[in-house]
C-alpha cells in the first residue's frame, strides 16, 4: 500500500508508505489524499490532519520521476500537476489544523505539501526546500504561493524559493518555515507535544478561527494564483531543458 490511514483519539494521520521510493507522490498517493480529505470533510470526529512520511530518511521527495518523466508536453503535464494542486487546494482549505510532521527529506513537491500544511514539525536531521529550479521547472502543485502566504518575510520566501537547494532543520526554523524543530523522541511524541494546549479547545473555536485566513484566500483569488502557477510550471515542463535535466537525474539515479 503506497499510504496509510491511521485515526485516534481526533488524529487522523496519512503517512506516505513508499520508502523504498523516498516517499515520492505517485497516482496511488494522490488518490490516498483525496480519500482522506474527502473523510475530513464528511466527518466530524477529527480535531487535526497530520501528514508524514514511512521511516526516519524521507517525508516525501516530491513527484515520482521514474513515473511522472513519461509526462512530455505541456498539456500532459498540466493534468497531472492541476491534479495534485486540487489536492493540496482542498488540503489547504481544510476546516481542521493540518500538520506537517516533517520526519526526514522534505523537497520539491514534498516541500509543496509540507507548505500546504498550517503548521510544519520539523526532526533535527531533516531538510526541505524548493529544489524544482535544478530540473528547470518551478514549483507546479501550489507550493510558490502557499509560501508567500506563510508570514515568512518575503526576501527569505523568494530566495527559498530561487535558491533550489534543501535548508536544514534549524535555518527552517529560523526563516520562518519551520514552526517547530524536534530533537528527541519519536514524531508521535513531538506531535503529541505540539497539540497539547490545542487539543484542550473546542473545535469550533479552530474551525472559525481557520474560517478568517479562508476568508482571506477567497478575496485574494487564491485558488486562482494556484492555478496560474500550475499553467507556468507546465510550459517550463515541455521545455528541452527540463527533460535534459530530467534525464540525467534519472541516469545518475540508476547509478
Known amino acids: 500500500m503506497a499510504y496509510l490511514i491511521d485515526k485516534k483519539e481526533g488524529i487522523l494521520t496519512f503517512t506516505i508508505n513508499r520508502e523504498e521510493k523516498r516517499n515520492a507522490v505517485n497516482d496511488e498517493v494522490m488518490d490516498g489524499l483525496k480519500e ?14 497530520v501528514i508524514t512520511g514511512a521511516g526516519e530518511k524521507s517525508f516525501c521527495s516530491g513527484g515520482d520521476l521514474s513515473v511522472f518523466h513519461a ?8 493534468g497531472m500537476l492541476s491534479k495534485m494542486a486540487g489536492i ?11 500538520i506537517a510532521l516533517i520526519n526526514g527529506t522534505a523537497v520539491g513537491g514534498g516541500c509543496e505539501i509540507a507548505t500546504a500544511c498550517d503548521f510544519r514539525l520539523v526532526a533535527s536531521h531533516a ?3 524548493f529544489i524544482q529550479g535544478t530540473l528547470a521547472i518551478t514549483s507546479g502543485w501550489g507550493g510558490g504561493t502557499y509560501l508567500f502566504e506563510r508570514g ?3 526576501d527569505r520566501a523568494l530566495k527559498m524559493l530561487v ?9 527552517l ?3 520562518g ?12 511524541e513531538a506531535l503529541n507535544d505540539f497539540i497539547e494546549h490545542m487539543s484542550k479547545i473546542h473545535p469550533s473555536v479552530h474551525q472559525a478561527y481557520k474560517e478568517i485566513e479562508l476568508r482571506k484566500w477567497r478575496e485574494s483569488n487564491m485558488y486562482e494564483r494556484v492555478m496560474e502557477e500550475v499553467r507556468t510550471c507546465a510550459k517550463l515542463w515541455e521545455s528541452e531543458a527540463h527533460h535534459k535535466a530530467v534525464n540525467s537525474f534519472l541516469t545518475k539515479a540508476k547509478k
Request: hydrophobic share 40%; proline share 5%; glycine share 4%.
Open 127 to 129: 531538510k526541505a526546500g
Open 71 to 78: 509526462l512530455e508536453t505541456e498539456e500532459q503535464a498540466f
Open 36 to 49: 482522506v480529505i474527502t473523510y475530513v470533510k464528511d466527518h466530524n470526529d477529527v480535531r487535526f490532519l
Open 177 to 188: 518555515w519551520a514552526m517547530r524543530v524536534y530533537f528527541e523522541g519519536t514524531k508521535e
Open 88 to 98: 493540496l487546494y482542498d488540503l489547504a482549505t481544510l476546516p481542521v489544523p493540518t
Open 152 to 154: 515568512l518575510r518575503h
Open 173 to 175: 526554523y529560523e526563516i
Open 163 to 171: 535558491d533550489a537547494k534543501p535548508y536544514d532543520a534549524q535555518t
